[in-house]
């Protein structure tokens, strides 16, 4: 039954932006503990599965006590960790020296679930329902619902969504390392001194792309940067936010958003700026564009990052780039909706795959 149970619950609850975070290390018909994590703006959720029947209360309760200190030791990460005990099977314990729940920074809820009718019962003093884990509970005892406990293993290696797919991002640093040879080169060929520089090396100037059809422009003007600051502002947002969907999407996949979002925002600044610009900012925020709408989707973090952290990076990028002079905005916003566009096609076909 626990077995069944586990296999269903994490099938579902994956599919609703929850990672698997440890278990034990029996196969699933042997497991009597697994955990799995989703955090949702401020909030870090851990929903502990445990098999009661046979239950080691001394055991269980020792397990408790470790997980709220180590709650408490990383509670200045999140800001506030609910830990939710599921005791699946076995008689309905009495719960005692449950504290009552007031919303503390660290929190334990404890419930029993009826491994045969998927009953939940809630300790006195504690929430019937935290962030929907109900409706999951009740989608794994629904009929219909199979897993075979034999791609257990398969469901948390290729389910995840934060579970890296290349450990070491090497286009992000080939991308990297070419935007510094240009503009080394840059500099060799005489620049800030002379500004035309960039012009030469292939910046967006509209009169040369719509007279003289130098389309290519488009392209060759991520690459090329005015001065040291703009690069190194570029940079920053290229490792932190590109090094990250490098290793989860994969290397296709980013390379299909960092470019296709940079063209975006090389046609937007073209059509709308209509002025003499360059830079990777807007690959850059299409790169944040879809960390935003991806995590959102999922309701997921990826290495700490959500869709809240994103919005807020958004919003303080757009309103500084606003009251900036020189900025170019409309790349800015160009990029950011390639991102999105493509955040939008990656969540939903990952929704579509049947993994079981």
């Given at each position: 039954?626990?077995?069944?149970?586990?296999?269903?619950?994490?099938?579902?609850?994956?599919?609703?932006?929850?990672?698997?975070?440890?278990?034990?290390?029996?196969?699933?018909?042997?497991?009597?503990?697994?955990?799995?994590?989703?955090?949702?703006?401020?909030?870090?959720l851990n929903v502990h599965v445990v098999k009661g029947e046979g239950l080691n209360w001394n055991t269980f309760q020792a397990l408790c006590e470790n997980i709220t200190r180590y709650s408490e030791s990383i509670l200045q990460q999140v800001?506030?960790?609910?830990?939710?005990?599921?005791?699946?099977?076995?008689?309905?314990?009495?719960?005692?020296?449950?504290?009552?729940?007031?919303?503390?920074?660290?929190?334990?809820?404890?419930?029993?679930?009826?491994?045969?009718?998927?009953?939940?019962?809630?300790?006195?003093?504690?929430?019937?329902?935290?962030?929907?884990?109900?409706?999951?509970?009740?989608?794994?005892?629904?009929?219909?619902?199979?897993?075979?406990?034999?791609?257990?293993?398969?469901?948390?290696?290729?389910?995840?969504?934060?579970?890296?797919?290349?450990?070491?991002?090497?286009?992000?640093?080939?991308?990297?390392?070419?935007?510094?040879?240009?503009?080394?080169?840059?500099?060799?060929?005489?620049?800030?001194?002379?500004?035309?520089?960039?012009?030469?090396?292939?910046?967006?100037?509209?009169?040369?792309?719509?007279?003289?059809?130098?389309?290519?422009?488009?392209?060759?003007?991520?690459?090329?940067?005015?001065?040291?600051?703009?690069?190194?502002?570029?940079?920053?947002?290229?490792?932190?936010?590109?090094?990250?969907?490098?290793?989860?999407?994969?290397?296709?996949?980013?390379?299909?958003?960092?470019?296709?979002?940079?063209?975006?925002?090389?046609?937007?600044?073209?059509?709308?700026?209509?002025?003499?610009?360059?830079?990777?900012?807007?690959?850059?925020?299409?790169?944040?564009?879809?960390?935003?709408?991806?995590?959102?989707?999922?309701?997921?973090?990826?290495?700490?990052?959500?869709?809240?952290?994103?919005?807020?990076?958004?919003?303080?990028?757009?309103?500084?780039?606003?009251?900036?002079?020189?900025?170019?905005?409309f790349g800015h916003l160009g990029g950011l909706a390639g991102g999105i566009i493509f955040g939008i096609i990656f969540a939903l076909q990952r929704k579509k795959q049947d993994y079981i």
């Open positions: 039954m626990f077995a069944g149970f586990s296999a269903k619950l994490l099938s579902i609850a994956v599919d609703n932006g929850y990672r698997l975070m440890n278990r034990d290390n029996e196969e699933l018909s042997q497991a009597r503990y697994w955990m799995i994590q989703r955090i949702e703006m401020t909030t870090m800001g506030k960790i609910v830990n939710v005990y599921l005791i699946v099977g076995g008689e309905v314990p009495l719960f005692e020296g449950t504290e009552e729940f007031f919303g503390q920074d660290v929190s334990n809820i404890f419930w029993h679930v009826n491994a045969t009718t998927g009953k939940v019962t809630v300790a006195p003093g504690q929430p019937k329902q935290i962030q929907g884990l109900r409706e999951l509970i009740a989608k794994a005892f629904a009929k219909g619902e199979k897993a075979p406990q034999d791609t257990f293993i398969a469901i948390t290696e290729a389910r995840q969504p934060d579970s890296p797919k290349h450990h070491h991002p090497i286009i992000t640093y080939i991308l990297l390392a070419v935007n510094a040879v240009v503009l080394l080169f840059l500099y060799l060929e005489g620049y800030p001194a002379d500004s035309l520089v960039p012009l030469r090396f292939g910046a967006i100037f509209p009169p040369l792309i719509h007279e003289g059809g130098e389309w290519w422009r488009l392209f060759t003007a991520m690459f090329i940067h005015f001065g040291i600051g703009h690069f190194a502002a570029n940079a920053f947002g290229l490792f932190v936010f590109g090094t990250r969907i490098e290793r989860y999407m994969g290397r296709v996949k980013f390379i299909v958003v960092y470019i296709f979002s940079g063209l975006l925002g090389s046609v937007f600044s073209l059509f709308l700026t209509r002025g003499y610009s360059a830079g990777a900012s807007g690959a850059i925020y299409g790169l944040v564009g879809f960390l935003f709408i991806y995590t959102r989707i999922h309701r997921t973090s990826i290495e700490s990052i959500n869709w809240y952290f994103m919005l807020m990076w958004i919003a303080i990028g757009l309103a500084v780039g606003f009251s900036s002079m020189g900025t170019d905005n």
